[in-house]
């Protein structure tokens, strides 16, 4: 048994969105997901999306290597079709691991010059 390992094995992220604005300079508009592994064991995710108005997106995968963070940003993430996060949609996010991770969702917004950056907690199941 792993005592190490800290966290939960299920995270929601409620209120995310992808802008496809972008203000001029070094940096763009994205978000991520940053997952923390205390565990012996790589932990493997998969992360589902939600929609308003349309079907759940599945099947986007990555792995947290053991005693490591891994920022995933979901303007790079693909599913398994190759599908990218939709930009300008509101969307939610179900992580789930098969080990037990601590997830902080963050969101740099840069449609105005005056860029913003939010971070939070995502919340445990």
């Not at 048994?1 to 094995?9: I, L, Q, R």
């Amino acid at each position: 048994m792993d005592t190490k390992a800290k966290g939960s094995k299920v995270w929601l992220v409620p209120d995310c969105y992808y802008p496809s604005i972008s203000s001029p300079g070094h940096y763009i508009s994205h978000e991520a997901i940053c997952v923390l592994n205390t565990g012996d064991e790589d932990a493997h995710l998969k992360l589902t999306l939600y929609f308003e108005d349309r079907e759940p997106m599945r099947d986007f995968k990555a792995v947290c290597p053991a005693e490591r963070t891994n920022h995933i940003r979901l303007d790079q993430i693909k599913d398994e079709n190759g599908e990218g996060i939709p930009k300008d949609v509101p969307y939610a996010i179900m992580l789930e691991s098969d080990r037990p991770v601590v997830v902080q969702y963050s969101r740099l917004d840069t449609t105005q010059a005056e860029m913003s950056l939010m971070t939070t907690m995502a919340h445990p199941l």
